[in-house]
């Protein structure tokens, strides 16, 4: 990867990078679209980051399958399919590691207290090896993008990030490599997290600018799934589109974030205030 970026440097190329724990799916494959319009040369890293798993997370289940995203990668026109193996990212436990900050303790942090430093110093780590120009991530995981846009700033990386939006299925479902862990009836019940979301989205174009007050229209929908099923909420807040921190107006940019439990199962998910769930065309 070090020897494409320089060839890449040398001849003023841009390359554009997409970082990824692979098992790729239309999710990815936006992003892959996205890096192609801002980039000369698209590379994809595939790497399942093991300093971002807590001990008793997922690590070891996390879905692999790197002849099926090789296959993907090719007919999605990557130039570079990058996939390093832990043992070359990390010789030993590192010494130095990325601290996210404030914004890394709250929300998915507070729940996952070491994920993003994990998160963040694989980032840095991609960038300092692929150097990119640019760098593509999802608003899926629109907390990870903040922090990395927070971490480019504060360390003065050298890399544009550009943050695409969330692809779902038919049916409102955020995709995620981790939609695998749901059987039928389990991704049945998902469905109420964009739903919440939705009623969250209503409450706004109605005319509500009271976070508290739109979270409220959105546990409207989580409140009765909780008592009448295995769902628990985690989160739900309205968060400043640039600070990411809770905020008591809602405003058009301002994200409505959540995480539920379908029985042992985390789904993350969140929408732009302004934009609803509608905003995310599968193939712009
Ligand atoms: P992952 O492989 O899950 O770590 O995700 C790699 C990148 O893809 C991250 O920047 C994610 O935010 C992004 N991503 C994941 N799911 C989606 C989705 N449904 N739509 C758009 N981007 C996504």
Redesign the pocket.
Known sequence: MRAAAAEAARAGRRLAL??????L????L??LKEARRRGDIVALSVFVNPLQFAPGEDFDSYPRDLARDRALARSAGVDLLWTPLAEEMYAEPPHVTVSPGPVGTILEGAVRPSHFAGVLTVVCKLFAIAQPKVA??????AQ??ALVRFMVRDLSLPVEIVV?????DADGL????RNVYLDAAMRARALVLPRALGAGVEAFRGGERRAGQVVAAAYKVLGPAESSGDITTEYLNVVDAVTFLPSHAAEASSYLVAAIRVGKKRLIDNVVLGEGLDADPRAA
């Open positions: 997409v970082p990824t724990m692979g098992y799916h239309e999710g990815h936006a992003l593509v991530f999802g608003r899926k995981d990870q993008a695409a939006p969330t692809v779902r955020a995709l995620s490599s």
